[in-house]
């Protein structure tokens, strides 16, 4: 998703001072740098957020569906993400901020959103079904791969919001924001094999909604 100068300045102005103790309460974040100066944390915040807002900018439309929500989410995990800048452990800079946008997201859709709209069955069974297609690691150049890259932008898209969540969101975070399988099992909380087995289904299902594509 294309992001402009100005969605990163309102971000730059949107990320206050953390509060105290608040970097506690993130993914990926230790307490050491709590004493860091106002200028360090804002250098910090531009060298492990901005680069990657075009990347939460596409999480965040894919998860709520929607471009100007999207824009709200990401404001709002940018808050989050400079509360816990100080204790930033370091890493996966990438994955770290893709973390806080998927719980804002969700939290923002809580809030925001009817209960029907967020209602995407039940866990339990999504993964049994995706079980039953097998959990090896699915083929990046297989032939439903190479059908998916060879789809109509336009109905790709709308194939890719019709899936069910949990394999909307494992396909995006593989397929369009490159994310590692274990990279992936960490942020969802998932074991690997759940990641992979959701991915295979999500291909699966998605090959097979292009297929009916007129």
Not at 9 to 26: D, F, M, N
Not at 118 to 135: E, R, S
Not at 148 to 176: G, K, N, S, Y
């Amino acid at each position: 998703m294309p992001i402009s100068a100005g969605f990163t300045r309102i971000c730059r102005a949107k990320s206050p001072s953390p509060p105290e103790g608040a970097w506690q309460t993130l993914p990926g974040v230790l307490d050491h740098g709590a004493d860091l100066s106002e200028k360090a944390l804002a250098e910090r915040f531009g060298e492990v957020v901005l680069p990657h807002l075009g990347d939460a900018l596409t999480l965040a439309r894919w998860l709520t569906g929607n471009a100007a929500d999207a824009e709200d989410v990401v404001q709002e995990a940018c808050v989050k993400a400079h509360a816990g800048i100080s204790g930033y452990a370091g890493g996966n800079a990438r994955a770290w901020l893709l973390t806080i946008v998927r719980n804002t997201a969700y939290t923002w859709m809580s809030r925001n959103r009817p209960r029907g709209m967020l209602a995407v069955g039940d866990l339990g069974d999504l993964d049994q079904m995706a079980a039953a297609h097998g959990t090896s690691l699915p083929d990046e150049d297989g032939p439903e791969a190479s059908l998916i890259a060879r789809a109509d932008t336009a109905a790709l898209e709308v194939a890719i919001a019709a899936l069910p969540q949990p394999f909307r969101e494992t396909l995006v975070l593989r397929d369009i924001n490159g994310l590692s399988y274990r990279e992936i099992a960490a942020m969802l909380g998932v074991p690997m094999g759940t990641v992979m087995s959701r991915l295979a289904r999500a291909r699966s299902l998605l090959v097979s909604k292009l297929g009916r594509a007129p």
